[in-house]
């Protein structure tokens, strides 16, 4: 019954759009901003499966959203959805294989005997591997994938257990922005789309240090939040771990660290890293470390649901319906530069990333926009650096950052705790950008 009531209340502001029409939107746009309301509503409730929902989304946007079938399937026809479907079997291979047991819990273990110790180790982590697994999406599951086994074999609370994981994707996505490699998908996009050009000593000057800065202050707030069921982590300091590897661990280490090394060499040689993983699975399949059965590790619901949600971006650009949406926006902008104009920028970044949800899609469609509203009163780069913060660590639910989703749909954390701790950052950011981001950015130069 409850469902039932909840599924009827789903339906009221999407039929409300289709009986109105508002802002002047077409037929075929109100059913297109109807069921995208509609579909973001039954994903936070869950009365319908969130696989059925994405079917329908991506159903409706192909008979209604008068854009080209192959942008509908962005992520499927994109060269990292193979990527990521290898990436379940490698991930699975690598947990498999022991070889998080063996090399790397005994040195998490030791040197995570605190909260702040063990999130300090994941911050060192993600560095690191900012520079051996390009790939964003394949290295935050191996980060979470290595946590979640290091906590599952330490046998700490499973209260505990969710807050951490999540911490895991919250330092590695700010790390990401550190370096201009620490994400070769977002942060590119950001030079592309905005015209600008930025070289990666310039990328490091601009972010690092407030970044830095920025981690410090929402992980502090992050802690605080969760305070309880953090306190559930208990673990007494150990001896210094002595590795001792026989002859199978040293080939099952060799079937893991081969692809991991040519991949992080990728530049270096022609052989692309959707090869390199493909391959490094043969081997595993090959050393037995993998069996026919672990095909079962590949999440068709995720990948359905990220189908779903890169979709929504170019569908909401194609059928005009963000361009309209955006154009309700102009009268909150003032005519000069204050702090006003810098909160309309960032206010009305978010509420469009609210609706297209892709961080990529928001950018493509907000920074032509936020130039044209801001032209001869704040300076393009300036511009173009708030956004960019802004839409890379804002989300509310997990769509808003496809990182976020990759961990719900591992089941690392729940989307309740995503909700929760993102209506809380949304402040923290807001926060950061008025007193760490744009105070540095107008000491470096930009104004």
Known sequence: MASTKSLLLSLVIPMIILLTKPLGLSLDQSIILAA???????WVNKTVSRTYSSLFLILVFLLFGNTPVDKVFTFPLSDNFLLIVLSFLFSEGIVKSRMIDRLLKPYIGYLATSIPRLFLSIWLMSLIMIFVIP???????????IFREYLNGEGIDEDAKEPILLGVFLIAIITNTFSLKGDIIMNPALIAMSGIDISQAQW???FLLPGLIHLIFLMSIFLAMNRYDLAKYKKSKGRIPSIQLDGDDKKKLLLVLLPLVFWAFEQLHPVPGTVVILIGIILMYIGRILSFKDLGSIQWSLLVFLTATFSIGPVMSGSGTAQILFGQMKPIFPQEYSLLMVLAVILSSMAIHMILGSIVTTMSVVLPGMALLTEGIMSPILVALIVFVTL?????LPFHSVHLVVGEGYGFFSQKRVI?????LTAVILLSLFAIYIPWWHFVGLS
């Not at 790939?135 to 994938?145: A, N, S, V």
């Not at 929760?420 to 809380?424: A, D, E, L, S």
């Open 420 to 424: 929760k701790t993102g209506i809380v």
């Open 204 to 206: 490091t000057r601009y």
């Open 36 to 42: 995208l309301i509609l579909t973001l509503t039954l």
């Open 392 to 396: 890379a660590l804002h989300f509310i």
């Open 135 to 145: 790939q964003p999406f394949i290295r935050l599951i191996l980060l979470g994938t």
